[in-house]
């Protein structure tokens, strides 16, 4: 991806990538698979099968990027993020409005233990979303991909996503009619997919 797309000077290079955020812990892809795969950094490591890594169509700099919660069980065994029922429905919606570049990552990358996905039945009562916890362990990867990606703007589905990004306690219904701003990154907030079996 062209680094002109930017006006900022804010990316490009890892000095500035250092700007973007002083805590960043990855400074390139392969840093990320690195840090990510070998992080022992919450008690999700305990139960993962494996890290669940971003997921393209193409290129990993990718126009949009979207972020939701954390993996489920299927995305637990493949390693991808939102390869299982939600990310079949986003798969669906994404195409039906001809995005052509986009980037699916999640907030948390090791499945919450019980964590369930679209018309799963929880399993042993221990469906569950992040907790805050795990979200902060994991802050820093996420950070690090958003300036690996540098996207033109970011979504983020569900409450657990928006409120990590964007630090706020905010009600969700309030944050989804605002446009947010995460450094340069025009962000939006919409529903999650799963949540459309809980209506
Ligand atoms: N739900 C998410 O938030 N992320 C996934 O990868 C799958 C389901």
Redesign the pocket.
Known sequence: MAQSRFKSSFIGDRLALAKFNPNLVCHSWQELETYTNNCQACGLHKSRSQV?AGRHNGNREADLLII?????RV?DERGL??V?D??KLLDIMLDSVGLESWYLT?VVRCRPLGNR?LFETPRNGLSRNPTKAECQSCWGFLQSEIALVKPLAILV??KVAARTLLGTAAKFEKLMRTKHQYFEYPVWVAY?P?STDRA
């Open positions: 669940v939701g919660e954390a993996p489920g995305e993020a939102f299982g939600s990310g999640n996905t589905l569900g999650h799963a």
